[in-house]
């Protein structure tokens, strides 16, 4: 029967401060490097072993993915990166400190952008800075693609789009997949 593994990166530096990140590619805290060795070392331990991984863009991502697979002696799989694994695009959100943001427009508000199943956050303008559209890595995709904001919804309609890649595996392969937790909810 396949295992599907669900991990989350490592403490971010944005994590660490309070700030919605979103798809800002910040980098992992050693906290983060630490968690990754520990997911590593105890997935090991646990006799997990697997054929192929699936992980995000961002480099906290990626890295978490490595640092687990140096730790099983797993660092040859194959490995697969999308951007549809990204963590959730948290818009004119990202960067923002969680609770400065909480005072400005109210605790149910944030509380429902970051909740709620189909109220999304408040989208980047497109010449936003913060737009994935000025960021190379998504270069090839049309601007249309891109998410500018995203609700739990959307999120989780990209789980799905990735998850037919998944599916065309052979039925007894094991995967990791490794992004962010909020894909995961």
């Not at 192929?52 to 863009?57: A, K, L, Q």
């Amino acid at each position: 029967m396949p295992t599907l593994v669900l991990l989350r990166h490592g403490q971010s530096v944005w994590n660490q401060e309070n700030l919605f990140t979103g798809w800002t590619d910040v980098d992992l805290t050693r906290q983060g490097v630490e968690e990754a060795h520990q997911a590593g070392v105890r997935l090991a331990a646990d006799g997990y072993s697997f054929d192929i991984c699936f992980t995000s863009v961002l480099k906290r991502a990626v890295k978490t993915l490595h640092l687990v697979l140096g730790e099983m002696d797993l660092l040859w799989l194959p490995e697969h990166k999308s951007w549809r694994l990204n963590e959730r695009h948290y818009g004119a959100l990202q960067g923002l400190n969680k609770a400065e943001t909480a005072k400005r427009y109210g605790e149910r508000q944030v509380f429902a952008w970051r909740r709620s199943w189909d109220v999304p956050p408040p989208a980047l303008d497109i010449d936003d800075d913060r737009s994935p559209t000025k960021d190379r890595r998504y270069v090839s995709l049309s601007p249309a693609t891109l998410p500018r904001s995203e609700s739990l919804k959307d999120t989780v309609d990209s789980l799905f789009a990735i998850d037919k890649t998944a599916r065309a595996r052979p039925p007894d392969r094991r995967g990791l997949h490794n992004g962010s937790r909020r894909r995961h909810r």
